[in-house]
Every structure is written in C-alpha cells, then in structure tokens.
C-alpha cells in the first residue's frame, strides 16, 4: 500500500484547502483512508475517517462543520475539504489506513501512512 498526500500549504484563518490521498496498491473500494494530524509539540490526533467496508464517515469534535471527506474511487483518491480554517489547524496532515502495528482511533487500525504534508494557517 502507497499513499500520496498533497495539498497542504499557507492559509490566512477563515480560508479553505483541499487536501488529497492518492492510493497505490489497494483499491478504496474495499477500504477505510483516515486523515491524521500531528502539531508541533502535540500528539497525533485522528481528524477524519471513511469508510467503504462499513459505509461510515467520522470526524473529529474540532473539524465537525468544516471539514468534509469525501472518496473518488475512479481516481482511487480521498478528499479532506477544509473551510474555515483556523490557526489551531496548523499541524503536519497524514493519510493512512490499516497496516501491521499501527495506531487505532474510533476502533480503526492506522498502520500504512503517507507522508504527510504541512497546513500552516496565519494571517
């Protein structure tokens, strides 16, 4: 499993990005893809998840109204549609899905990871 996050980049506060997860390897069809995040001196925090083996979609408490994940499975691709962003967003943003010793959020594994990519968000 290959995963390519991209789209991050410098925003002022209120501002919107789209980030994207392209997949190699694995078709989405059969997969969950979750967006993880990571602030400078913080832990990681689970920020999104969707589903396709359960048909679920999660968001964390702080992105609840903002954020939206979606999948287009022509293009084997995960979305995170940010608006409304705020300086609290500012973190390295992760793409994964299950792998061998991974971490879990909300009971699902995170263990094949992208290599993220930076969302800074400053006036």
């Known amino acids: 499993v290959q995963l390519q996050a991209s789209g991050g980049g410098l925003v002022q506060p209120g501002g919107s990005l789209r980030l994207s997860c392209a997949a190699s390897g694995v078709t989405l069809d059969y997969y969950y893809i979750g967006w993880l995040r990571q602030a400078p001196g913080k832990e990681r925090e689970g920020v999104s998840i969707i589903s396709s083996l359960d048909g679920n979609i999660y968001y964390a408490d702080s992105v609840k109204g903002r954020f939206t994940i979606s999948r287009d499975n022509a293009k084997n691709t995960v979305y995170l549609q940010m608006n409304r962003l705020k300086p609290e967003d500012t973190a390295v943003y992760y793409c994964?899905?299950?792998?061998?010793?991974?971490?879990?959020?909300?009971?699902?594994?995170?263990?094949?990871w992208g290599q993220g990519t930076q969302v800074t968000v400053s006036s």
């Open positions: 994964a899905t299950d792998g061998p010793a991974g971490s879990t959020w909300l009971g699902y594994n995170f263990g094949s």
